[in-house]
């Protein structure tokens, strides 16, 4: 298999909810499956991305932040716009957790009347209210496969993201009230508001996101663990007793 290089954008502002252990969990995943080795790259929010120069990136990943990191961020990966787009055409893995898939749509709307102009990348923006905090589980289905997972968040997005999302909801909502359709899906750009360890969470998710990394029978780091308690969540999530809000 070879080398597989995980570039992680701006770890020291987008890694709210330890959502950076997504990434600490991938690698030591690919670490037990022996063929694999792996790079490990910190993209510093004043430096320039490795994607800026490389083609060998297996995934990029970006977590949560604050809003006020939001716009440093926008300001910093705008130079990079038509080479993420670049990127997305051929296929490259991106992961956005989070308030991190903010990033690339048209505007962040904020209650004081300010309009933050996002990357522009989907068709997409988002609605700030600082003083409704929204929490919820989420139930769903993606390439066949039961997604559980946390959200807790300032922000909705609109618009129409029916022929890219990442997530049908089962139970709960997508990228806003009352929408059954979460996150937003390019190819190979995954970015979900969904929070904290979503691979930890999701076994067969993260299969998915090593097979996309060109590994074809992935094994997990402590994968008889983290199926079990999959399965018990799962179960949980599934019951018409448990609360989502």
């Known amino acids: 298999m070879g ?11 987008a890694n ?31 430096g320039k991305p490795a994607f800026a120069s490389r083609d060998d990136i297996s995934v990029i990943y970006m977590g949560p932040m604050t809003e006020y990191s939001q716009e440093l961020v926008i ?9 993420i787009n670049e990127l997305i055409e051929k296929g490259q893995l991106f992961l956005m957790t989070g308030n991190a898939m903010e990033i690339f749509e048209e505007r962040i709307e904020c209650e004081d009347g300010r309009n933050i102009a996002g990357l522009g990348i ?3 923006y988002a609605k700030r209210k600082m003083f409704q905090r929204y929490n919820s589980l989420l139930l769903g289905e993606m390439e066949n496969m039961k997604i559980v997972g946390f959200k807790s968040q300032f922000t909705h997005t609109y618009g129409n993201n029916e022929q890219e999302y990442m997530i049908q909801t089962l139970r709960g909502d997508g990228i806003h009230p009352g929408s059954k359709l979460e996150g937003m899906r390019r190819n190979n750009f995954l970015g979900t508001y969904l929070l904290g360890p979503v691979l930890v969470l999701n076994p067969e998710l993260t299969k998915y996101v090593m097979r996309l990394c060109g590994v074809e029978s992935p094994k997990l780091a402590f994968e008889e663990e983290t199926v079990k308690a999959y399965q018990i969540r799962l179960k949980e999530f599934e019951d018409e007793k448990t609360t989502l809000q």
């Open 122 to 124: 989907f068709p997409l």
């Open 75 to 83: 300001e910093k990966l705008l130079p990079y716009k038509d080479r």
């Open 3 to 13: 080398k597989i290089v995980i570039e992680v954008l701006y770890p020291e502002v």
């Open 16 to 46: 709210l909810y330890g959502d950076l252990f997504n990434m600490k969990y991938l690698k030591q995943c690919f670490e037990v499956n022996p063929e694999v080795t792996v790079e490990w790259i910190e993209d510093e929010l004043n």
